[in-house]
């Protein structure tokens, strides 16, 4: 990969991590001041009680079947979006998204319970995410290069398109870790922090 090319994705994976972390501040205030108005219902902050995931019991194999169908359908259709003009916009609104659901679930287990909320955001949601944040970086930063030659035309997509398609396959390999992670090692991992 040349010096430009490597300037153009620390540009992109700048935006995108600025991005996410908007994403992230905006579902927390949203949900804090939500939560203050007293707009959050108490059957939605009753979802994080810490009691709930104690109780419950799922199986590996059935949570990684789950998992692999929600996980895998936005990565392969922005496979899809990403060679068409709007691959950069899909881009952006998936990191902004994921940001905010982040935010919200962190603001929503800290305000039911406190620092085991923490506990148990940090045990269900951070494991994975180190996989889950550089695979959703990584692939957004190709959707946008991808997206932007789409837009400039002639043949140099065509060139380029089989390396932007090893990246993104790169990308979508580390999801699927991350779904192994979170269905098969995170639960466990989840008993742990609960015992605390």
Known sequence: ????KRI???????????????GFLVGSIFT???????NVG?????????????NRKIEAKQSFRYLLRIRMAPVLSGMVIAMTVFGGVFASMVNFGYGFLCGVLLTIALLQNGIKGFLLFI???MPQMLIY???LILMSCVCNAWSENTR?????????????GLVYLLGAVLVLWGIFLESYICP?????LLDI
């Not at 153009?8 to 908007?22: G, I, Q």
């Not at 466990?188 to 742990?192: A, D, E, V, W, Y």
């Open 1 to 4: 990969m040349g010096r430009g």
């Open 8 to 22: 153009e994705y620390v540009r992109y994976w700048r935006y995108f991590c600025t991005l996410f972390f908007v």
């Open 32 to 38: 804090g001041i939500s939560f203050q108005y007293q």
């Open 42 to 54: 108490e059957s939605t902050i009753r979802v994080f009680r810490i009691e709930q995931f104690l």
């Open 123 to 125: 045990g269900t949601l």
């Open 133 to 135: 944040f550089p695979a």
């Open 152 to 164: 400039l035309g002639g043949g140099r997509i065509q060139k380029e398109s089989i390396r932007y």
């Open 188 to 192: 466990q991992f989840l008993g742990i």
